[in-house]
Structures are given as structure tokens and as C-alpha cells.
């Protein structure tokens, strides 16, 4: 037997491996697509443990909200997208002077906002500029006392952050009703609909890339070895893209999340590649009779043509 062929008892475990890794990427997929909320790679990029995490929690835009809660930053996006606004309705110029007094408003409304949180703004920052302090100080990773201090640190954090933003994300819902509501039915109507007034702009590639990407390269991923299509190529590629996952929560790095099942899912990703896992009971197979066939007929006519000079 050849060394790239496949006993029948390792080509159906090589099959059924195959298919069963395929279910669970189609599946992961599907459930990123259709779930009851939007998929979002923020917390777990924001999480990162180890020497990468400075390159996946980078990818993270405003992971901390200061841009949001930066009331210059807020009310350039505003005043950018009341222009947005203009331009998409075509507005009048009442209806300009209408969003320039709603804008108006919604700083003022923005203004009452730091007025009635400033302790709490400033006890948020000083918690960030400590957190960050903290982790320039590895050595605080081992420490259990300090892991437990750290951990209910970052509870209050958290919960600081989620008052601040769930209110500043309020402010922003109502300049985007607001605005929208100055144009008439047959505006919006022409105009194809609401304008949405969109998230802040976040460096690439991007959380926002990433959420889009990986529910559909699971679906692709799954299919693929599903059918056993473009098999090696799509093993390799689920392969790595696991490992930058295991690379994201680095192993043996102090409160780093355990990664056996996705190392594990690697590892035999990597082991389909290698054995050719295509090969049997698989559309590369067919691909690859096919391309057979037409070899041998081309080789016999071949023959032929010189056996007939």
C-alpha cells in the first residue's frame, strides 16, 4: 500500500472526523448568524492574556469608551453626521436650522451629562490609569490575593463603565431619532430609508471586520469539509485560524482561559491536512477521478497518434 493511501478502517475514522468538525464549524456559524444578538468579537479580543494581547486587544476600537466619553470627540461625530443627515434628505433650509437647533440641544443635553457625573467619570478614569498601571507589573499575574483584589477591581470598573456609556449611548440614540425626524415621509421615503448614525471609526482590521468575517468564514469553513471540498486548503486555513485564537489566550500565561478544546480541534485540523483527509468519500475526490480519466485518454490517444506514425 502507498504511504498516501488510506487503510478502510483510517479512511472512515479520517471521514467521520471530516464531517464531525465540519458539523461543529457550520453550527458555530449558523448560531453567530442567527442568534438573538448581534456577534461581537470586542470581549473576547478585549480579554487577550499574553506577549500578542497588545495586537488583538488593538483591534478593539475605543475598548475603554474614552472616545465616547470624550465630550469633543462626541459632539465632532455629531456635528458630522447632522451634515450626513443634510446631504442624505436633501434638506431645506428650515430643515437645516431645525438640526442645528436639535444639535444645539443635544449638547446641552451632553453638557448636564458631565455636570451630573463628574465623580464618577473621574473615579472610572483613575480605576483605568490603575488597571493599566497594574499590568505593566506582570508579576502581579501570579499573586492569588492580588488576582482576587484585581478581579473585583475590574467588577466596579466594568460597572462604572456600563452607567457612563449605557447613558452616552442614549444621547446618541436621540440625536439619531432626532435628526432622522426632521425630514418628511417623501424624503425618507426617496431618500431609501433612515440614515443610521453609525459607530465610531476603529483602526484595521477591526473588531467590526472580524464580526462580519468569521460567522460566514465558520458557514464556508463547515460546508467545505462537510462536502470535502477544497479540503486541505480549508483544513489548513480553520487550522490557523484556531491557533490565533489559542495565541490569543496564550498557554501557561497567568490568567489566560483554558484552550484545550480549540487546540485539540486544531491539532486534528492540521492532521486532516496531512493525511489528505479529501480523499475518500469527498467532491476532491470526484474532482480528482475526473482529472484522472482525462489524463489516461489524453496518454492513450497520445499513444496512439505515435503508434499510428
Not at 451630573?116 to 501570579?142: F, I
Not at 489566550?249 to 485539540?264: D, F, H, L, M
Request: include cysteine; proline fraction near 4%; charge should be neutral.
Amino acid at each position: 500500500m502507498s504511504r498516501t493511501q488510506l487503510g478502510p478502517l483510517a479512511a472512515v475514522v479520517v471521514v467521520v472526523l471530516r464531517l464531525a468538525i465540519g458539523l461543529h464549524f457550520l453550527a458555530e456559524g449558523l448560531d453567530k448568524l442567527g442568534g438573538t444578538k448581534p456577534f461581537s468579537s470586542a470581549g473576547f479580543l478585549g480579554n487577550a492574556k499574553g506577549p500578542l494581547a497588545p495586537l488583538f486587544k488593538g483591534m478593539v476600537a475605543d475598548p475603554d469608551g474614552y472616545h465616547k466619553l470624550n465630550s469633543e470627540a462626541t459632539l465632532a461625530n455629531w456635528t458630522n453626521y447632522r451634515d450626513r443627515v443634510a446631504r442624505h434628505y436633501r434638506f431645506d433650509e428650515t430643515q437645516v436650522t431645525q438640526s442645528e437647533a436639535l444639535l444645539a440641544k443635544a449638547e446641552d443635553r451632553l453638557k448636564e451629562f458631565y455636570n451630573e457625573n463628574e465623580e464618577t467619570l473621574d473615579e472610572y478614569t483613575k480605576q483605568v490609569e490603575r488597571r493599566d498601571a497594574n499590568s505593566a507589573r506582570p508579576e502581579r499575574e501570579g499573586m492569588q490575593t492580588l488576582q482576587t483584589h484585581d478581579a473585583r477591581i475590574t467588577g466596579e470598573r466594568m460597572k462604572l463603565k456600563g452607567q457612563l456609556l449605557s447613558q452616552i449611548d442614549a444621547l446618541w440614540k436621540n440625536v439619531e431619532t432626532d435628526f432622522n425626524n426632521v425630514a418628511t415621509s417623501e424624503q425618507r421615503q426617496a431618500a431609501g430609508g433612515p440614515l443610521a448614525i453609525g459607530k465610531l471609526s476603529a483602526p484595521r482590521p477591526s473588531s467590526d471586520c472580524v464580526d462580519v468575517i468569521i460567522p460566514w468564514f465558520d458557514v464556508l469553513v463547515g460546508l467545505c469539509l462537510i462536502l470535502g471540498l477544497f479540503t486541505r486548503t480549508v483544513a489548513v486555513m480553520a487550522g490557523l485560524f484556531l491557533a490565533s485564537v489559542c495565541a490569543s489566550q496564550w498557554p501557561g500565561y497567568p490568567g489566560a482561559a483554558p484552550i484545550y478544546y480549540q487546540s485539540i480541534e486544531m491539532l486534528a485540523l492540521f492532521a486532516l491536512a496531512a493525511v489528505g483527509a479529501g480523499k475518500v468519500a469527498s467532491i476532491d475526490a470526484l474532482l480528482c477521478g475526473c482529472r484522472s480519466c482525462c489524463r489516461t485518454k489524453r496518454g492513450r490517444e497520445s499513444l496512439a497518434s505515435k503508434t499510428t506514425r
